[in-house]
């Protein structure tokens, strides 16, 4: 095993998970992945720090679409929950005030 240091200084889990056996899951209508899509290409842009991946469940499935932001300094993270493609700009600004990066113009 090898063990390096990541490049990212946050990494953001998205929950995409569906279940299809009519429990609640993050995945239930296709938002979570706009959420994923949309999140990902927005930071890449922005040049940040971070990694954003889709994950499966991460356990508060009735709250979905869940995201999850883990610092790797231990800053301690955030947990988004009932998030909606509009909800992008609003956790872009979340992981700016966690990398303590304003945006442009501020
Ligand atoms: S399905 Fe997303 S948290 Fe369980």
Redesign the pocket.
Known sequence: MNIAQTPHKLHILV?????HDGT????DSGE?QRVFETLKARLKEAKLPVRVSR????????????VMCYAQDGTPGVWLQGVGEGDVPEIEAKVRSLLNTPSQGE
């Open positions: 929950c995409t998970n569906a279940r609640p899951s993050c995945g979570a994950t499966g469940c991460l356990g508060p499935c009735a709250q979905g679409p869940n």
